[in-house]
């Protein structure tokens, strides 16, 4: 197995992983390598004669052309772009596993270019003491084995974007709808729910829009993040960048908690409503949360929900199958 990469992004770790994880399930060679023809948020992978694009942009647009190459796989794909030899690569969630072996199949001019260096830095952080996103605590060995019931609490930490710092005028419009769903929604569960946790990480923005939403300086840490992510059974989410979805619910479902959120606009394989989310009618449905909470809460529906999750997630998600999804697609056996 060859990936090719010409930087190595936040975005891409999730496909890192998986194919070292891959290769040491199945005792193949894995060479990482720098290609600088390889486009920002994109992975080469060349397995058997097949090359196999990876697409994970957070816009609907492709960055590459599919026919340029056997498969084309994208993060965030429209149903009508679904055709020939483009697939969905469903949800993506930064994750790690045994970062300090990873490094070593890195090559050099990989390991040390001056661009990668944040992601290298985390790799090396196998306890997550530096850095906000060490890749030690994002090791899929530390997630949840099972599902565990802490009475239906509620979760939901979240951010603004500020329109200002974008000059087109379709993306100020969207990230105003963005940060006022935001604002409302973590009001209208704070109000109706006791158990619920909500709120939005301190910036000069939410400072200014919500200074009554304003998290703690330690609720915005990964490693503390996650750790309070583990002891709630519900999660609330919306979409992220360009109408698409964040990483946030991939948190979830690999956590096994139940979700609402917004409109899904992408394609997401076997992926159904009130069997893995319950959705929300709009982008600016907030006041439907309360609702839709409820319907979880009653005869504790998100435990099963946190179940079909669970599954998904570990069918979908974790290491240990995502790269078999995808050459199973391609058709490859090893």
């Keep these: 197995m060859k990936l090719e990469l010409s930087i190595w992004t936040h975005h891409l770790t999730h496909l890192v992983y998986s194919c070292f994880y891959y290769s040491k399930a199945n005792k193949l060679d894995l060479n990482i390598v720098r290609n600088s023809k390889v486009s ?51 949800f993506n969630v930064p994750m790690a596993y045994k970062s300090y072996l990873l490094l070593f199949k890195l090559n050099k001019d990989l390991l040390f270019h001056k661009f990668n260096k944040t992601e290298v830095v985390r790799a090396l952080d196998i306890l997550g003491l530096f850095t ?48 006022e769903f935001r604002i409302n929604a973590c009001r209208i569960i704070k109000k109706e729910f006791k158990n619920a946790s909500v709120g939005l990480y301190s910036d000069e923005l939410s400072s200014k829009m919500a200074p009554d939403l304003l998290l703690s300086p330690g609720k915005s840490d990964k490693k503390k993040y996650l750790k309070e ?40 394989e ?11 009618s709009s982008r600016s449905s907030y006041e439907e949360l309360p609702e839709k909470i409820a319907c979880l809460l009653k005869d504790k529906k998100y435990l099963e929900m946190g179940e079909n999750n669970f599954k998904w997630s570990s069918n979908y998600l974790h290491p240990k199958n995502y790269m078999n999804r995808i050459l199973g697609i391609v058709g490859v056996n090893i």
């Design 270 to 280: 076997n992926f159904k409503e009130h069997v893995n989310y319950e959705r929300l």
């Design 132 to 179: 906000n996103s060490g890749h030690g605590i994002l090791d899929i060995r530390r997630y949840p084995k099972n599902v565990s019931d802490y009475g239906g609490n509620i979760l939901y930490y979240t951010r603004l974007w500020n329109p200002d710092n974008n000059p087109d005028e379709e993306e100020k419009e969207r990230r105003a709808v963005q940060n």
């Design 229 to 268: 992510l583990s002891r709630y059974n519900i999660g609330v989410a919306d979409d992220g960048l360009k109408n698409t979805p964040g990483w946030k619910i991939g948190e979830y479902l690999l956590y096994g908690r139940a979700v609402v959120s917004t409109p899904l606009n992408i394609c997401i």
């Design 40 to 90: 920002h948020n994109t992975a080469l992978l060349t397995i058997s004669n097949k090359s196999i694009l990876f697409d994970y942009s957070d816009d609907t647009k492709f960055i590459g052309l599919p026919s340029n190459y056997d498969f084309y796989f994208k993060r965030s794909l429209l149903e009508t772009d679904r055709t020939n030899n483009v697939y969905p690569l469903n």
